[in-house]
């Protein structure tokens, strides 16, 4: 009887808010998209109706277009900046403008795997179907094969060192006040800067001017990546999505996965870079790299049956990131300028990242590599709790608390 899995389980109830979790209780008060996803795919290993629950919930903030944003406000809280006022979106409950990493699909077909509820499963199908197709159309106009963000926080690794220089040039001016919640809930030298949200803010307000329009934003954007990280895991929902039309005989809906994930496999590899053993993301605005060493660059290990040279190098790679650490993987390379192993996305170890990383690195028959970055995860958790994330020298858990995601994350890890 191992008794971190009921304590996982246990974070999950006390997270439950009706049909859905929170990430934490008090600094992320509402559903959150990917985080969701991830919950998803710990309830389907031992309650599929709820994890059912948990997509279906998610989805009543689909927008009309295909969107599903990044935070879906089903209840009002005071606890969280910013809410439902600084949107100023027009779905029918009130929603975020802008979206986050697609694992949803990814959850989905391992929760079809384990239930085989076809009923349950369809209208979640037509729903990543549609959220697919918003991708490519509002994030990709070009047809580049490579999905843009326009805002740091769609990345899910909201003040990543791999946005310093685009982000540099987003003004700190904001018409709405900026009254930070997070630091009354966690110390302030683990959240991002100030500076950070004022950028932040002021892209918030810049969309809701264009009326959160994709068309508007995407020409009025003072920010846009084509993020490596965000694309792989779209090729990665892509395949699945693949998948479950085949099953259920969509083979018109298959075909045109299938092209749109050829496309991006052939993009993500464009995005190799032999000198740096890793893939990097394009600054649409500036055209260049963005070369910050972040763990964005191994991702694309999920979604390709990479060359054994390119797999290799990034293997490599990552052993000589992780050296020396307590827990591995840290999400910037250690020591170089911007490294800062308790600030949130500039140094530490997270255990769904990792989660990613052990399935890329099975893919690509790098299976000792993977059980070694699993160990970690699960020791690292183990010794502090289902913390968000986790001081990749000391092995200290950081930020927020009996976190549902990292919870998830254990019991998927115990399975694999
Ligand atoms: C932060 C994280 C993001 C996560 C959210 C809720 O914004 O950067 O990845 O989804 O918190 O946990």
Redesign the pocket.
Known sequence: MNTHIDEAKRILVTNDRGGYTV?TDRL?PFQ?N??SAFVAMGFALYDTDRAYRELERLVEGQWADGMIPHIVFHQPSDTYFPGPSVWRTKHTIPTSGIT?PPVFVIALRKLHEAAGNKDRTLPLYEAALKWHRWWYSARDPEGTGLVALLHP?ES???NSPAWDVALARVPTTTDTPVVRKDTGHVNAEMRPRDEDYRRFIHLVDTYAACGWDPARQWEKAPFKIAEIQTTAILLKAGEDLEYLARLFGRTEDAAEIATLNERTRQAILVQWRPALSRFVSRDLISGEDVEAATQAGFIPLLSLDLDRQIADALVDEMKAWSEGLKVAFPTTKPGIAGWEPKRY?RGPAWAIINWLLIDGLKRNGHTEAAEELRRSTVSAIEAEGFAEYFDPITGEGCGGLGFSWTAAAYMWLMKA
Do not use: H, I, R
């Open positions: 990430p992320y959150w990917w985080d986050q926080w899910g690794s909201d996305w």
